[in-house]
T-cell receptor, first 112, second 115 residues
Framework: AQSVAQPEDQVNVAEGNPLTVKCTYS??????LFWYVQYPNRGLQFLLK??????LVKGSYGFEAEFNKSQTSFHLKKPSALVSDSALYFC??????????FGTGTRLLVSP | GAGVSQSPSNKVTEKGKDVELRCDPI?????LYWYRQSLGQGLEFLIY????????KSGLPSDRFSAERTGGSVSTLTIQRTQQEDSAVYLC?????????????FGPGTRLTVL
């Protein structure tokens, strides 16, 4: 069965520091991987996706993620965090026409 | 352009009553998904529709839950005889196709509170 894991319930980082939100996946075949962000009282917003090609994917708001096949990971990164990045982040994965599987979410808290 | 819309935004009901939640997907999107998000929890898949194919109902938690999609567009999620554990935010999403490589676009959700 497909699964996506986000091992950290919360990540704390100071504004201006780099941030990483971790995601690992277990998907048979070639995976499609996504990151979504959810701001308070809002629906999920698409950030970026990996389908094929370059392992480093750039997305909205200065975020990027690196696909690492050997480690089955797709960690979300940003070189310099902003307080406004504080939100709930979801990793999701799937393959082919299988429905996406979402991780449990990681709350990012950026302190001033 | 218009995104995914959901109504109502908030619904408070009494235990045992039926509720209907509505989702209007993005025009032209053939795939539509329903998820449930309980407080502090991740997304729980409920059901998805792809065009005229039979829906994937594998995530519906009980036979009190049902959904339909009329004319390949608007969808209604119905919960019969609501229970307090049904309290959650119900999210709808649509995508161009049901393939995993198409990103899903989410609505703002309906917050359901069962008293």
């Amino acid at each position: 069965a497909q699964s996506v894991a986000q091992p950290e319930d919360q990540v704390n980082v100071a504004e201006g520091n780099p941030l990483t939100v971790k995601c690992t996946y277990s998907v048979s075949g070639n995976p499609y991987l996504f990151w979504y962000v959810q701001y308070p009282n809002r629906g999920l917003q698409f950030l970026l996706k990996y389908i094929t090609g370059d392992n480093l994917v750039k997305g909205s708001y200065g975020f990027e993620a690196e696909f690492n096949k050997s480690q089955t990971s797709f960690h979300l990164k940003k070189p310099s965090a902003l307080v406004s990045d504080s939100a709930l982040y979801f990793c999701a994965g799937g393959t082919g026409f299988q429905k996406l599987v979402f991780g449990t979410g990681t709350r990012l808290l950026v302190s001033p | 352009g218009a995104g995914v819309s959901q109504s109502p935004s908030n619904k408070v009901t009494e235990k045992g009553k039926d509720v209907e939640l509505r989702c209007d997907p993005i025009s032209g999107h053939t795939a539509l998904y329903w998820y449930r998000q309980s407080l502090g929890q991740g997304l729980e898949f409920l059901i998805y529709f792809q065009g005229n194919s039979a829906p994937d109902k594998s995530g519906l938690p009980s036979d009190r839950f049902s959904a339909e999609r009329t004319g390949g567009s608007v969808s209604t999620l119905t919960i019969q005889r609501t229970q307090q554990e049904d309290s959650a935010v119900y999210l709808c999403a649509s995508s161009l196709l049901a393939s995993s490589y198409n990103e899903q676009f989410f609505g703002p959700g309906t917050r359901l509170t069962v008293l």
